[in-house]
């Protein structure tokens, strides 16, 4: 399967935003700054960026994949990764934040979300009115709740996987399908219009000068890089911290 230059490009400004957000959100936790990242605009607005960048790039990428002629084998083999690196932000998360740990963040609502891109690929323009209607849905979910006191099951740890929720559980990170869906699903209907316009091809040649030979590398290695990050940090930090 051909490399977007272009999408790799994103995918590390993605990348390189979240590692930014979460150094400094490290540096929070550790006591040398004092922020409220679970309110405040300033971070919000950011995570809400960084995770609709990130989707739209993984809807994008699966698209070109079924155009490509990706077959279930290979996408399992991608998808048993993500899945199996989701498993281990939980485990990670239960030592670090037993309280809120991580139960379904952005690595397992992608798991979750990518088997649905897969099955829904072949929607075409629909995935435009579908994405909507999942962003929407997402955002009304609390007046859905209020108007409808017997949704409340939905709240639970077992259903509030899928987003129709009437507040935020406590949780370290949380992407549920909606209305993140939405966004993937937006990207898959990027990727098929600029397949079927051609646009790949231009978004196929390789950038060679800095930073964007630098970005796309970064963004090729997405996934390592994002499980690799985190320890790093907190372990700089942890001895920071510790000689003080």
């Given at each position: 399967m051909v490399r977007l230059a272009l999408l790799d490009s994103l995918r590390g400004v993605a990348v390189v935003w979240m590692t930014v957000f979460h150094f400094a959100f490290d540096l929070n936790h550790f006591g040398f700054i004092q922020q409220d990242f679970y309110r405040?605009?300033?971070?919000?607005?950011?995570?809400?960026?960084?995770?609709?960048?990130?989707?739209?790039?993984?809807?994008?990428?699966?698209?070109?994949?079924?155009?490509?002629?990706?077959?279930?084998?290979r996408f399992w083999r991608r998808w048993s990764?993500?899945?199996?690196?989701?498993?281990?932000?939980?485990?990670?998360?239960?030592?670090?934040?037993?309280?809120?740990w991580i139960y379904f963040g952005?690595?397992?609502?992608?798991?979750?979300?990518?088997?649905?891109?897969?099955?829904?690929?072949?929607?075409?323009?629909?995935?435009?009115?579908?994405?909507l209607s999942m962003i929407l849905l997402g955002s009304l979910a609390p007046t859905v709740h209020a108007a409808f006191p017997a949704g409340l099951p939905l709240d639970s740890r077992a259903l509030n996987w899928i987003g129709l929720i009437s507040h935020k559980p406590i949780t370290e990170d949380y992407?549920?399908?909606l209305p993140w869906m939405g966004v993937m699903w937006w990207g898959i209907a990027a990727g098929q219009i600029a397949h079927s316009s051609g646009w790949i091809h231009r978004l196929a040649v390789v950038k060679?000068?800095?930073?964007?030979?630098?970005?796309?590398?970064?963004?090729?290695?997405?996934?390592s890089w994002y499980m690799l990050h985190q320890p790093l940090l907190i372990g700089l930090l942890t001895l920071i911290a510790g000689s003080r």
């Amino acid at each position: 399967m051909v490399r977007l230059a272009l999408l790799d490009s994103l995918r590390g400004v993605a990348v390189v935003w979240m590692t930014v957000f979460h150094f400094a959100f490290d540096l929070n936790h550790f006591g040398f700054i004092q922020q409220d990242f679970y309110r405040s605009p300033i971070w919000t607005i950011q995570r809400t960026c960084i995770l609709s960048l990130f989707l739209f790039c993984a809807g994008f990428g699966q698209a070109i994949a079924v155009q490509a002629g990706q077959t279930w084998w290979r996408f399992w083999r991608r998808w048993s990764q993500i899945a199996l690196c989701a498993a281990a932000v939980s485990v990670g998360s239960v030592l670090m934040f037993p309280n809120s740990w991580i139960y379904f963040g952005v690595l397992h609502g992608m798991a979750v979300m990518l088997v649905i891109c897969r099955v829904t690929a072949s929607w075409g323009a629909w995935l435009w009115p579908a994405g909507l209607s999942m962003i929407l849905l997402g955002s009304l979910a609390p007046t859905v709740h209020a108007a409808f006191p017997a949704g409340l099951p939905l709240d639970s740890r077992a259903l509030n996987w899928i987003g129709l929720i009437s507040h935020k559980p406590i949780t370290e990170d949380y992407v549920p399908l909606l209305p993140w869906m939405g966004v993937m699903w937006w990207g898959i209907a990027a990727g098929q219009i600029a397949h079927s316009s051609g646009w790949i091809h231009r978004l196929a040649v390789v950038k060679t000068q800095a930073p964007n030979r630098q970005l796309g590398w970064i963004g090729r290695w997405s996934l390592s890089w994002y499980m690799l990050h985190q320890p790093l940090l907190i372990g700089l930090l942890t001895l920071i911290a510790g000689s003080r």
